[in-house]
């Protein structure tokens, strides 16, 4: 039985993956300051006497000393969007900087391997298309974004030096846009926003013209790629691409969330956020050979589990709302 400390485990991908390690039988330590996660994601594992919960924002330094530690997945950060452009901006820097300072010094003292969450942002509105792992990018580092993907960059950049001075045992991935059951319904992403606007009979409200594109990986894809980069040879650092590169214009999500759920929902045009990437395709040449993976769950299959989903969760809502 492993020893596994999750950072960000109450959020959207941290719970999913908490799940999967508590059932596979390991021992794991969620952390998280729940100001994007939420308890109840993690709900189903609660009691579960090898999973464990601590409230604790990693922008401060963590303690361990009555357990050792095999394994850290540094998933902790505001990753949406409106949350990390609007009152989160500062404290996403701090996030990912301090908190990957304070996770790889963890790491250090317990010996244990550590994966850092990073993001297709590191790219910023990319140049090089389909986007391959040696493309560095093109961040706008003073725009709205950058808190984010300066941030991230700045925790790849600690990650790999931690690793070369300090010999810790890093691996690093980099993740596309992904979707799936415990996204958080308000927290603005296109995915969760055009499925919750479909259900309630809200206009669907597409940010620019829709030309824009993205690639959108299942949640189950994305965790299955997340532990066999984990569990990857030792030395194989990454980074690596995991993604979905089925590749969509915003438009053609909107369509097909329409067509699926149907309803009275008219699609309206607003104002497209400033740096908001025009295209965006993972290159997965290396999580194919390295990991042997690539996802299996295409977008029309997984928007069906998503949608099952929220319309679990909008009958909650409405129920507390009354
Ligand atoms: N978007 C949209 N309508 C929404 C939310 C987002 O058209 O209600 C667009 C957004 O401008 C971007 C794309 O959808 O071009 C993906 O946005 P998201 O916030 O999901 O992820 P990002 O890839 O920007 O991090």
């Given at each position: 039985m492993k020893t596994i400390l999750v950072t960000g485990g109450t959020g959207f991908l941290g719970s999913n993956l908490c799940i999967r390690l508590v059932r596979e039988g390991n021992r794991v330590i969620c952390v998280d300051n729940n100001y994007t996660g939420r308890l109840e994601n993690v709900a189903e594992i609660a009691d579960n006497p090898n999973f464990c919960f601590i409230k604790h924002d990693i922008c401060d330094p963590l303690e361990i000393n009555n357990e050792k530690i095999d394994e850290i997945y540094n998933m902790a950060c505001p990753a949406s969007p409106p949350a990390y452009q609007g009152s989160y901006s500062i404290k996403t820097t701090k996030t990912c900087v301090f908190g990957a300072i304070n996770m790889l010094e963890l790491a250090k003292k317990h010996g244990a391997r550590i994966l850092q969450t990073s993001t297709s942002e590191v790219y910023g509105d990319p140049l090089v298309h389909p986007q391959v792992e040696t493309y560095r990018g093109n961040v706008n580092p003073i725009g709205i974004r950058a808190c984010y993907d300066e941030g991230k960059r700045c925790a790849e950049s600690l990650f790999f030096d931690y690793h070369r001075h300090e010999g810790v045992d890093i691996k690093v991935i980099r993740i596309f846009n992904t979707y799936g059951?415990?996204?958080?319904?308000?927290?603005?992403?296109v995915v969760s926003n055009f499925i919750c606007q479909a259900l309630t009979g809200e206009d669907i409200t597409i940010y620019g013209d829709g030309s824009q594109t993205r690639s959108f990986c299942y949640v189950d894809d994305l965790i299955e790629a997340m532990v066999r980069m984990m569990n990857s040879e030792k030395g194989f650092t990454g980074p690596v691409n995991t993604g979905n590169p089925g590749e969509f214009t915003i438009k053609e999500l909107a369509e097909k969330v329409v067509a699926k759920i149907g309803g009275s929902s008219k699609v309206i045009y607003k104002d497209l956020p400033s740096d908001d990437p025009t295209q965006r395709r993972p290159d997965i040449t290396l999580a194919k050979a390295k990991l042997g993976w690539e996802p299996k769950i295409q977008l029309d299959e997984g928007l069906d589990k998503t949608i099952a989903y929220f319309k679990t969760q909008i009958n909650l809502f409405k129920k507390a709302e009354k």
């Open positions: 059951p415990k996204m958080d319904p308000n927290d603005g992403r």
